[in-house]
């Protein structure tokens, strides 16, 4: 069966330094994709950057970076920069297919919240 | 806004009672899913459709819950007899199956049973 785990339930940065998020998945397809969402206070679910796993290049959005290593399984988020609106609850998900068009449920973490510090 | 709404954003209610929650996704989009979401948890997957078509539904989902998508557009989902156990967030998200990989998320219905 599909699983994220995620095993850090809470970390601390200081403002402007790079914090890391781990995630690492387990599956038995060869095809899937990978989601980091974030979550801030007011509860909405905000899209931060998709890595399918037949990338090869890591994907990055902005301040955004995802670490995937495929032989690991592992699939972690590198924030640079931290700012102080960066602090909320950050999830990592997957999905089976790769391709939008299995666009499919995604099996979701139990996220970590990240607290900035200015 | 353009975005996915759903109504109402906050439900009280007492444990027998039915409640009925709404999402409207991004117009464009034809897939709708249903996550619910306990404190302190992820997401857990409730439901999906595609245009008006229910395509999967999580063993989660127990008798008392019904989702909807009758036109392909709005959705609804049902929670008949609460129980305080569904006390929880209930998330909507929308997306489109083949141009996007994202999926767009609502503010979520909060509903607590007392």
Same mark, same amino acid.
């Given at each position: 069966?599909? &699983?994220?785990?995620?095993?850090?339930?809470?970390?601390?940065?200081?403002?402007?330094?790079?914090?890391?998020?781990?995630?690492?998945?387990?599956?038995?397809?060869?095809?899937?994709?990978?989601?980091?969402?974030?979550?801030?206070?007011?509860?909405?679910?905000?899209?931060?950057?998709?890595?399918?796993?037949?990338?090869?290049?890591? $994907?990055?959005?902005?301040?955004?970076?995802?670490?995937?290593? &495929?032989?690991? &399984?592992? $699939?972690? +988020?590198?924030?640079?920069?931290?700012? +102080?609106?960066?602090? $909320?609850?950050?999830?990592?998900?997957?999905?089976?297919?790769?391709?939008?068009?299995?666009?499919?449920?995604?099996?979701?973490?139990?996220?970590?919240?990240?607290?900035?510090?200015? | 806004?353009?975005?996915?709404?759903?109504?109402? @954003?906050?439900?009280? =209610? /007492?444990?027998?009672?039915?409640?009925?929650? @709404?999402?409207?996704?991004?117009?464009?989009?034809?897939?709708?899913?249903? *996550?619910?979401?306990?404190?302190?948890?992820?997401? !857990?997957?409730?439901? *999906?459709?595609?245009?008006?078509?229910?395509? !999967?539904?999580?063993?989660?989902?127990?008798?008392?819950?019904?989702?909807?998508?009758? /036109?392909?557009?709005?959705? =609804?989902?049902?929670?008949? @007899? =609460?129980?305080?156990?569904?006390?929880?967030? *209930?998330?909507?998200?929308?997306?489109?199956?083949?141009?996007?990989?994202?999926?767009?998320?609502?503010?979520? =219905?909060?509903?607590?049973?007392?």
């Amino acid at each position: 069966a599909q &699983k994220i785990t995620q095993t850090q339930p809470g970390m601390f940065v200081q403002e402007k330094e790079a914090v890391t998020l781990d995630c690492t998945y387990d599956t038995s397809d060869q095809s899937y994709g990978l989601f980091w969402y974030k979550q801030p206070s007011s509860g909405e679910m905000i899209f931060l950057i998709y890595q399918g796993s037949y990338d090869e290049q890591n $994907a990055t959005e902005g301040r955004y970076s995802l670490n995937f290593q &495929k032989a690991r &399984k592992s $699939a972690n +988020l590198v924030i640079s920069a931290s700012q +102080l609106g960066d602090s $909320a609850m950050y999830f990592c998900a997957m999905r089976e297919g790769h391709n939008a068009g299995n666009n499919r449920k995604l099996i979701w973490g139990l996220g970590t919240s990240l607290a900035v510090n200015p | 806004d353009t975005g996915v709404s759903q109504d109402p @954003r906050h439900k009280i =209610t /007492k444990r027998g009672q039915n409640v009925t929650f @709404r999402c409207d996704p991004i117009s464009e989009h034809n897939r709708l899913y249903w *996550y619910r979401q306990t404190l302190g948890q992820g997401p !857990e997957f409730l439901t *999906y459709f595609q245009n008006e078509a229910q395509l !999967e539904k999580s063993r989660l989902l127990s008798n008392r819950f019904s989702a909807e998508r009758p /036109k392909g557009s709005f959705s =609804t989902l049902e929670i008949q @007899r =609460t129980e305080q156990g569904d006390s929880a967030m *209930y998330l909507c998200a929308s997306s489109l199956p083949l141009s996007s990989n994202e999926q767009f998320f609502g503010p979520g =219905t909060r509903l607590t049973v007392l």
